[in-house]
């Protein structure tokens, strides 16, 4: 996208907005070890990132959902009535299992 303005001598600026990437660059480095599943999820935040930060937020949020599972950190709690644990309780429950 273009944007023409005048500055303040009346000179007129031309303006690039770059509104996607494809293949976007990659915004942090990835450890080879990084599971093949999470690491798609996250090239794809990549792309998002420089169209809609809030569907980037949410691809890295199911990339961390991604990792609970694959570390076993159970979804459901456990007793007389199943529920789903946010993945706030997740994490804490992995941070007391790996200090």
Not at 32 to 61: D, G, H, T
Request: with cysteine; glycine share 4%; hydrophobic share 35%.
């Amino acid at each position: 996208m273009e944007d023409n303005s005048p500055d303040e001598s009346g000179e007129l600026l031309k303006h690039i907005y770059i509104k996607a990437y494809h293949p976007a660059p990659w915004i942090i480095h990835l450890p080879y070890k990084c599971q093949k599943q999470v690491r798609a999820i996250l090239v794809a935040s990549f792309s998002l990132y420089w169209m809609n930060e809030n569907s980037c937020a949410n691809k890295i949020r199911v990339s961390i959902e991604s990792i609970m599972d694959a570390l076993k950190i159970r979804k459901m709690t456990t007793g007389k009535k199943k529920m789903r644990q946010t993945l706030h309780k997740r994490i804490v429950k992995y941070g007391i299992k790996n200090k």
